[in-house]
């Protein structure tokens, strides 16, 4: 079943299979093969349809954070964007100023190394690893404390920590 043109209302849009440049991404160089697009042979107007958007954008996430190379601003805001913060939250988790994640997004200044990794991190891990949610992030203070004493004993598969 075919649809009008929702831009011209003039003709019904055509369907047909793409190789797609998904600039919708936010980054520059995402090319899906083999998607389907309809195009409005009047004006010009398409639409994109994609199965599985959710499944798509962790895809490209994977890749983004599998990169050798330091990640670009549209990466950070791409893995921000697909970890579902605001720059101000983003910030807030990795302990910098927002103008600093603006800098970073914006190419103004490179993200740092260790940040770079921290995002890769949160990002390959989600929202939560095992029971150590990312908030907790935020919850670490600046001020040194002599280490914590970790106690634990062995159990038939692995270790278990016990009461100090």
């Known amino acids: 079943m075919s ?35 309809r195009r409005c042979p009047s004006c010009g107007h398409h639409d994109l349809v994609l199965p599985r958007v959710t499944e798509l954008h962790r895809t490209i996430a994977d890749a983004v954070i599998h990169k050798r ?33 603006s800098n970073w997004e914006n190419d103004k200044d490179p993200i740092g190394p260790t940040s770079d990794r921290l995002l890769r991190l949160m990002v390959a891990h989600g929202a ?8 907790e992030l935020t919850k670490i203070e600046n001020e040194r404390t002599p280490p914590v004493e970790v106690r634990l004993r062995p159990k038939a598969r692995g270790w278990e920590p016990i009461a100090a």
């Open 3 to 37: 649809k009008k043109c929702r831009t011209c209302g003039k003709a019904e849009m055509s369907p047909g299979t793409e190789t797609y440049l998904y600039t919708e991404s936010g980054l520059p160089n995402v090319v899906l093969v083999g998607v389907e697009v």
């Open 69 to 101: 190379a330091r990640l670009s601003g549209p990466e950070v805001r791409f893995l921000r964007k697909y970890l579902g913060w605001s720059g101000v939250d983003f910030a807030r988790h990795v302990g910098v100023d927002p103008s600093t994640v």
């Open 128 to 135: 939560q690893v095992e029971d150590y949610a990312l908030e």
